[in-house]
């Protein structure tokens, strides 16, 4: 699994959704998964893409320097706070681009497949923060996850 941890005790206003690569997920989770490739981690390589109103407005893949505004919502100090994806993909827009937009959210593997990118429990308090309604993550190489914040 990934430095990710999984945490299922979100305060999300909806159950996961499964979907398939087709359509417009097809296309943002490509796009996230050419942005991971670029990573500063050799192994957990993540691209996140920031769509607002059928636009992309921002792209961001994890990098390792500290993030202050990450550590402000890891709930327990667990070491170095690195700027993940989502944090990445947010950081610096104003509010009325992060209000109400969905992100992205891709893993790739070392054959560029992908891989569960689940947001963790920091990076999922800081999106809801700044008002991003929806997150889609990949899960494998046939299925995409989503819920609602
Ligand atoms: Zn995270």
């Known amino acids: ?27 943002y989770m490509d796009l996230a998964k050419r942005v991971a490739i670029q990573s500063d981690f050799p192994d957990y390589r993540h691209g996140a893409v ?8 921002n792209t961001a893949h994890n990098k390792d320097n500290f993030c202050s505004f990450g550590k402000r919502f890891q709930k327990t100090h667990g070491g170095k706070t690195t700027v993940h994806a989502e944090l990445g993909v947010i950081l610096g827009l104003d509010r009325s681009i992060t209000n109400g937009a969905t992100i992205y959210v891709a893993r790739v593997g ?10 963790c429990s920091m990076c999922h308090a800081a999106m809801k923060h700044v008002g991003i ?16 914040l």
């Open 50 to 57: 920031l769509v607002k109103g059928g636009s992309i407005r």
């Open 1 to 27: 699994m990934s430095e990710h941890k999984q945490c299922t005790e979100y305060d999300t206003q909806s159950a996961d959704r499964y979907h398939k690569y087709k359509g417009k997920i097809n296309r």
């Open 133 to 148: 309604k929806k997150v889609v993550y990949t899960i494998d190489d046939r299925t995409v996850g989503s819920y609602k």
């Open 110 to 119: 070392k054959l560029e497949d992908y891989r569960m990118s689940k947001p």
